[in-house]
Each structure stands twice: as C-alpha cells, then as structure tokens.
C-alpha cells in the first residue's frame, strides 16, 4: 500500500481496499477475491456462505445490549469495470489495480480504480474487522457480477438472512441518499455480412479523446458515443466518396460509454490513381472532423482522430449490401436519453447505450445497456431495436434483466440517515432517484418488506480511466455508517 494512504488511513479503509485491489477482480473472474472474502471469514470466526456464483455473504452477531435489535445487512459488489488506456499492457486477468494517491485523489496507473465498488467491500471488512464498534447483527452481502446484469445478486439465496434494514454502499456522492433506481436488461442484435474481394488502398481511421463515462448516471451528459460518431462519419463520407468497409471496431462494455472506435477502409480503383484519391479521401474526412469538433467543444473538448496509411494490396471488405444495411443500423439504432421523468426533475426516465460493436468476419454484433424506471417501456426500447435488426435480416437477444428499485414513502432508515447526515454536516441531505441500476431492487424482492438505502463517498469518471475517489470523503460518509450502525433506529 502506498505510505501515503497509508497514513490517510482510517479504521483500515484503505488498507483493505489495497488489499483486494492486488486481486483481479473484473466481472467473471471473481474466485480470488471472492476466496480472499471466505479466508477472511474464517480468520474472524464469522459465519459465511459461499454460493456457486461466488458471491459472499457473512454474519457479525450483536454486541452486548444490541441482541433484540433488528439486524442490519450492508452490501457491495466485488466486481469491477475493467477499463485501461490504449497503450496499456496492464492483464486485468492477472496483475492488481496500482493504486496512486494525488493529494485527496485515489486513482489507477492508466485503468479503472475500481472505486466502484471496492470501497463497499473495505468498508464491510473495515467495519466486521472493528472489535470496539458496538452494533445490531450486521450481515453482509457482497456479490458478483453486478457490473454485467446484476448476476450474482440474480442468484443469491437470503433465506438465511434475518435483515430488517438494507445499506447498500454502491453510490457515488456523499451528499445524496438514494431510494429508488431504474431496471434495465442488456441486448444483443447481429447482423450477417458477407464480403468480396478486392484490390485497393487500405487505412485505417481512429476516434479517441472522449470522456466514455457509465452508461447510467453519465448519459444524460451529451457525451459522444465513439461507435455512433464513427458511424456518422462513415455515412456522411459516402456522400463524397466510393469506399469499402473491412473492419470496425467501438467500445468493450455495454454499460460504459465508449470513447473510443477504429475502422479499416479501403478505396478502389486503378494502383495510379489511388494516391489521389487517397487525398482527396483524406481532405473530406479532416473537414467532417472539423465539424464534429466544432459541434462536440462543449461535452468532448479533447476529441482526436488519427488516419494510418495501411497500403495497397487485395483485400476482403464487406459486401456493398452488407455494409448499407450495418449503416443503416448503427446511424438510426435509437442511442442516449430516450425519455425524460415527468415526476422527477432532471431525472433520465429511459436510455439506451451501445457499449460495444464490433465488426466481425460474418457478422456485426451490436451490444447495448437499456434502462428504464418503466417495466413496460424498457421492453418496448428492446422490442425497437428487435424490430430494426429483424428487418435487416439479423437476430436479436435480450438477457441479464434486472428489476427498478420502488421509491417507499416511509422509511425508517431513510429518516435515521438524514438525522445522523444533519448532525454531522448542519446540512439537509438530498434524498434522490437515480437512472443506474443498483441491486436493491433485486434484493429488496428477495427480502420483503426489507427498509433500504444506498450511499457512498464521492466518487468521480467512474467506468474510465479517470476514474477517482475522495480519500476524505470515503472516511467521512464511513463514519456516518459506524454511527448509523451504533444508535438504534426507531421506526
């Protein structure tokens, strides 16, 4: 662990975030960390269960003069975003997040933090650790998956779990308690393609500079969608210009917004006359990102584009059929905020984000994160896109669909927070809804009638490789938790 953070340290905070942030722990390759949860179990004497899916769950019994007091369940998820820069030769499936310390900032060495949610994990193991704080029965949950459809909390069996009060410590600001968010679902569509040969010149066209950002709580921001940007560029380009299509390539993570996207071009015709015509290609390409950037200075100040003479020679780009019909998805498959609320100010009623796409040797494969507070509006976005690639000849598949988490008018926890947040601050917490999915939802029907709330230290680019955290605030809202868990609510 960094001295540094090291002397910021509180109640071991960061010393177990340091901990599991030396353990690979992208969604699906939880075994390690999710066995470093059990080692510490055991070491504690708690009680625990390991479930199939690798989630953890683990039982602190009551202190003296706490036994009757309904048992509180604080939860996380232990996986995270995996996101690093270009360049970057860092494994998330085997080397640990370095963590650097800049001034109040915790960040990574070129990849995401994973702030989101490790802070939740150290904050349990900080708290079940502490053999001075007194407290109610404290359960803990820390699942997995969450980061790709919410898996783990899906599979999760709390029949042995005796919780009348859920804190999940998967939010993002310190000064906000959340008490309902959007369900969501993840979508697949592919398109077939075929190709032809063909001799020409071949280069390849990159976008980069773009801040991406997580497909919920940044979607409302106006920032570019690297594949959708690209895809306009490509559309508008045609109107000048005979090209083919070989590869494309737009973001890794359905719930991430891309930042970056690539493709490999290639422009037909007799070996003499390619090189002019390669200027000319090259002319019209650098006024369309003149534009953009103009466009785009507010939300994407730091756009780029880099073109790479690849050379002439035979290649396989896409059938000219082919490549109309991928087109004509990727520039009219409905992507952003797609419905305000009418009930909330400011809040996203219902988005969709193409995370990743990818042209393949057979197919295109187009990967997007759906949102929505509306059961029956989210599936008509799906149903959309279903549409769109059906009659283009493609498939579609929806799958990992989570359930919204309902706003409850009387909450007990709720109120205990705001009076614990006011005494500490002299300030009035603000009381939210939030468009990013989080487990409660899940939880909340596993565990009927269950009073929960999500909160969190500030936290900033989550999803990116400027992902960062408040130090400060990380121990500040940890000590609102061990005073939450101290005084008795009532209610």
């Known amino acids: ?19 599991i942030s030396k353990i690979p722990r992208g969604s699906g390759n939880e075994k390690g960390v999710s066995d470093y949860l059990v080692e510490f179990a055991k070491s504690h004497n708690f009680e625990y269960i390991q479930d199939a899916s690798n989630n953890v769950i683990m ?41 650097l310390v800049d001034g109040d900032f915790l960040h990574a060495d070129g990849t995401t933090l994973g702030g989101d949610n490790g802070i939740a994990v150290a ?21 997995t998956d969450e980061e790709v459809g919410l898996g783990g909390a899906q599979a999760l069996d709390l029949s042995s779990l005796k919780g009348k009060y859920l804190i999940n410590l998967d939010s993002e600001e310190e000064d906000c308690v959340l008490t309902s ?21 071949r280069f390849r066209i990159s976008l980069g500079g773009m801040q991406g950002g997580h497909s919920g709580s940044d979607i409302d921001k106006n920032r570019a969608n690297a594949p959708i940007l690209l895809g306009r560029l490509l559309f508008e380009l045609r109107e000048e210009h005979s090209f083919g299509l070989i590869t494309m390539q737009g973001g890794f993570k359905d719930n991430v917004i891309p930042r970056e996207a690539q493709a490999e071009l290639m422009i037909m015709g007799e070996e003499g006359e390619l090189e002019d015509i390669f200027a000319r290609v090259k002319e019209s390409i650098a006024k369309l990102m003149a534009k953009y950037k103009q466009e785009l200075s ?8 880099e073109l790479e003479d690849l050379g002439n020679g035979e290649y396989r780009p896409l059938h ?16 952003g905020v797609q419905v305000m609320s009418s009930h909330i100010k400011g809040l996203v009623e219902s988005s969709l984000n193409l995370g990743a796409f990818n042209v393949e040797e057979n197919q ?25 690639i059906s009659f283009l000849g493609g498939e579609h598949r929806e799958y990992a669909e989570y359930p919204g988490w309902e706003y ?53 680019h989550v999803h990116t490789i400027d992902e960062k955290l408040s130090i400060s605030s990380a121990i500040r809202v940890y000590k609102l938790l061990e005073q939450v868990v101290r005084e008795k609510i009532r209610g």
């Open 1 to 19: 662990m960094e001295k540094t953070l090291e002397q910021l340290d509180y109640k071991k905070i960061f010393y177990y975030f340091s901990e």
């Open 59 to 99: 039982v602190k019994e009551a202190t003296p003069g706490y036994e009757n007091e309904p048992a509180i369940i604080l939860q996380g998820h232990m996986d995270m975003v995996c996101e690093k820069l270009k360049d970057s030769t860092h494994d998330f499936t085997k080397d640990g997040i370095k963590l």
């Open 123 to 143: 904050y349990i193991l900080a708290m079940f650790s502490d053999q001075e704080i007194e407290h109610p029965r404290l359960e803990a949950i820390i699942t």
């Open 181 to 201: 968010c959007a369900g969501g679902m993840r979508t697949n569509c592919t398109l077939p393609i075929n190709r032809v040969d063909a001799f020409g010149r």
């Open 298 to 305: 507010a939300s994407e100040p730091q756009l780029k584009y």
């Open 320 to 335: 000219p059929v082919s490549f109309e019909k991928m087109l004509f998805m990727l520039v009219h498959m409905p992507n």
């Open 364 to 388: 295109a494969v187009f990967v997007s994160a759906l949102r929505s507070s509306l059961y029956e509006y989210k599936h008509f976005m799906s149903n959309k896109l279903n549409y769109m």
């Open 408 to 460: 409850k008018p009387e909450s007990a926890l709720r109120e205990h927070y705001k009076r614990i947040y006011k005494e500490h601050t002299g300030k009035e917490i603000r009381v939210e809804a939030i468009h990013a999915g989080l487990e409660c939802g899940i939880l909340s029907e596993k565990l009927p009638g269950v009073d929960a709330i999500s909160i969190g230290p500030d936290m900033f």
